[in-house]
């Protein structure tokens, strides 16, 4: 059975964002040196960054990112775990469990270890660390590796010593915390270290995080538990309630990413664009077609864009004359997998009267600011968390 809902456009094919994030690396040679001495300790130097194994890390609810030191990102996958439920042994993770999500027998399950960006299932987390480790560093990788990885603002002593106990239990030698908006905003090329405000807007899978940055300390943030899958979650409830239509998530997240919007956009000659999807009837409980118009998403997204568009309100509300002055000038930038929303920063800049930027590759955007942290270290030690 095929029904429309709000028939008035045609209905297009947009190219998956997140399949073109991963760059081909850049291999950087140092200067040659002649090897005498400290050999090991040459070879690390001497190559700048072939054979060190320094690793930055971007550990998402939704998306895991590894830089390496001197081949940028080298690894972008989903953060799941597949594992036999009677063993609890993994199975596989990453892409590999997407693939066999929602396809699994009864003895499998595929789980994401992280929770609104900090770890929620401890083996499993780890599990996964060593799996992705594996597959970032390269055969010449001769140390175990040092790691820095972004965590959420505001994060618990209890969740860094996850974060911390998991990267070892996973075979990293040394681990550094960033905090994500901080890395964000560096990845956007914020000037964090310098004496202006400058306001960074996270909006990842699991939670937004707003954060207002000056000579590279935080001067506000704030973490709500509204992102992406939420987004997922309200277009699910919007069609089960307004059209009896009961969809599965991952296709709530096709539907969001192919025609969701926050605002308005006018197509002059097409109108409004119509997509696809399939469901089952609840009513009936037979699998049921719909076209889905673009006005329906953004009906559907109204609410988890308005908390997020609360909570950059209520930062906007905390600053003071100086730092609110720098914001005016210099505008706002989002980052994360739900700046890619069509319309955000229109929606923000009309709700706010304040310019909002999307930084470029927004998906990448924390994980390229951990890899300046880990490239610089000795610079940038006053930026990691202890
Ligand atoms: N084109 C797009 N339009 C809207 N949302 C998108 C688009 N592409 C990806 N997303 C969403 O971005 C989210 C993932 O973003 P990201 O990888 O930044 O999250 P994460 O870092 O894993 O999560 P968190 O920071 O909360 O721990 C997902 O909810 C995904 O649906
Ligand atoms: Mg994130």
Known sequence: ????????????????????VLRPGVIRQGRKERWHGDLSRKMRRGFG?????DLAMDLGTANTLIAAKGR??????????AYHRDTGRPIASGIEAREIFGRTPANIAVIRPLKSGVISDFTHASAMIRSFLKKAMNRFHLLKPRVVIGVP???????????????HCAGVRQVKLVEEPMAAALGAGLPVSEPVGSMIVDIGGGTTEVAILCLGGT???RSIR?????????????????????????????LKREIGSAYPETHPNTGDQLIRTSGRNIRTGLPQQANVSEEV????????????????????????PEIAHDIMTRGVYLAGGGALTRGLTERLHHDTRLAFHRADDPLTCVV????QVMEELPTHANLCIT
């Not at 940028?72 to 775990?81: D, F, I, K």
């Not at 603002?153 to 990267?167: L, M, P």
């Not at 939420?230 to 998530?249: C, K, S, V």
């Not at 559907?300 to 600053?319: F, G, K």
């Open 1 to 20: 059975m095929t029904s429309t809902l709000f028939p008035t456009g045609l209905s297009t094919e947009r190219e998956d964002s997140r399949e073109r």
């Open 49 to 53: 960054g072939v054979l060190s194994s």
């Open 72 to 81: 940028g990102v080298v690894l972008n996958e989903p953060s799941l775990v």
């Open 153 to 167: 603002s505001g994060i618990t002593q209890v969740e860094k010593r996850a974060v911390i106990d998991a990267a």
């Open 219 to 221: 001067v506000y943030s």
């Open 226 to 254: 509204v992102a992406g899958d939420e987004m997922d979650e309200a277009i699910q409830r919007y069609l089960r309630r307004h059209f009896g239509l009961e969809i599965g998530l991952s296709e709530a997240e096709r």
């Open 297 to 320: 998403i953004r009906d559907a997204l109204a609410e988890p864009i308005l908390a997020i568009i609360d909570s950059v309100n209520t930062a906007l509300e905390q600053s003071n």
């Open 368 to 371: 390229r600011g951990v890899s």
